[in-house]
């Protein structure tokens, strides 16, 4: 965790009666502060972590010139020991705050708003976060013993992670075809937390943590979208209601269930 002097000497000046109140520190070091009017949030990296959080003021900066209701980037601080990246607050309140029934309400309105993140110009975005690179992210993952289990499908979570990344590998010609030809801007992350919805009208306001934002398959937004979603749902009816309304939103007319399946083994093994 920063220190106290290396945190006051980033964080910057507020207007008197307002404050930066702790709201988290995690396990990489990075501490997360909000200030007291709800406005802003600042995150602080020390070292290495000062480099992970540059390349996630990069993709902030640059979504921001859309309308797509992203967080613009207020403030950027670094010194000798590390960086401060302040950003605005997105409002509403994070989706999996939602029941399932609020869910599938403001589902559409999810759907929609990752619809147009997608619809950007692939060619204009200046980040790459396609399959080869994701492979590689997860070789070196798996490589250092560093997945997390909890991570993982409940039925892959007695298998060797260099197994799982074997079947991966055996896919990845049919798969590169599959994302040269529906390439789009993704948000790498679309899991619910990171969407965010306005509690009274039940419609998604935005979304926040784009560190993973870059151009590949739309699938990796799809997959995790629906996995992360299925914690919400109290049955097969409204997961297969919030499965449908995605697709027709998106205009995507034939679900491809094994782009999904793929997608959802990948991305547990690339974190660590």
Known sequence: MPSAFFIRDLLPSLPSGKEWLAVSHGESGDSVYRRSDGAAFAKISQDRGALALEGERRPIEWLSRFDLGSPQMLDWRIGEEGACLITS?????????????????????????????HALAAEDCPFERGLSTMLARAADVVSRGAVNPDFLRPEQQE??????????????EKRLAEE??????CHGDACMPNFM????????????????????????????MLANAGESWSGPDQAQAAFASLFEVLGLERPDRERLDFYLSLDPLTWG
């Open 89 to 117: 607050a997105v409002p509403g309140v994070p989706a999996s705050d939602l029941d399932g029934r609020q869910l599938l309400q403001a589902w559409p309105s999810i759907a929609a708003r990752i619809g147009a993140l």
């Open 180 to 185: 040269a030809g529906d390439r789009v801007v």
């Open 197 to 224: 919805v306005d509690p009274a009208t039940l419609r998604c306001t935005g979304m926040i943590d784009l560190g993973r934002l870059g151009t590949a398959d739309r699938y990796v937004d799809l997959a995790l």
């Open 159 to 172: 298998t060797d992670p260099a197994d799982l990344l074997l079947a991966l590998e055996a896919e990845r």
